[in-house]
């Protein structure tokens, strides 16, 4: 409610709270006088490892299949023997991981399994613009922090 721009709109906590509520992107901690984003990022992809990039799909696929895992959406060989298999949603990819648990490959190596941990940050790298910002080409979105401004250098009126 101290947000300059919102005192602009209402001062009506009352208000700000019910808004932030029916917010999809922020919520309120316990004593609703904090916000913070709502996670958007479900963890829907497993890296398994030990299972040989070299692999045709179809021969990874099955194996899954047989081992009664859910069905994938994605599934991709990667740098070093890693896989990664994408789910609908975060609990089809526990499930997957719970099944994935002690199983080896081809009576080899244990799979090692993992769910791939989500960024709300990914992808974002201060100092440098993207090409294209959020609203169009050209714009820069709101995230862009100048190199300057990190390391404590003061733009003098004129530069």
């Known amino acids: 409610a101290d947000f300059h721009l919102l005192k602009v709109l209402t001062q009506d906590e009352k208000l700000i709270v019910e808004a932030i509520k029916s917010s999809k992107k922020i919520a309120l901690d316990d004593s609703q006088k904090k916000v913070r984003p709502v ?12 299972i040989p990039s070299s692999c045709p799909v179809a021969e990874v696929t099955a194996f899954l299949e047989k081992a009664k895992l859910p069905a994938t959406i994605g599934l991709h060989a990667d740098v070093g023997d890693n896989w990664f298999a994408s789910f609908e949603n975060e609990n089809a990819a526990k499930t997957a991981l719970e099944k994935a648990k002690g199983l080896k490959w081809n009576g080899g190596k244990t799979i090692g399994c993992a769910l791939k941990s989500e960024n709300l940050l990914k992808g974002i790298t201060p ?3 993207p090409s294209t910002g959020a609203s169009g080409a050209g714009s820069v979105p709101s995230f862009y922090v100048p190199m300057a401004y990190q390391y404590g250098y003061q733009y003098q009126q004129g530069e």
């Open 39 to 50: 996670n958007m990022n479900a963890r829907t992809t497993l890296i398994l490892r030990n």
């Open 127 to 129: 100092g440098m613009p």
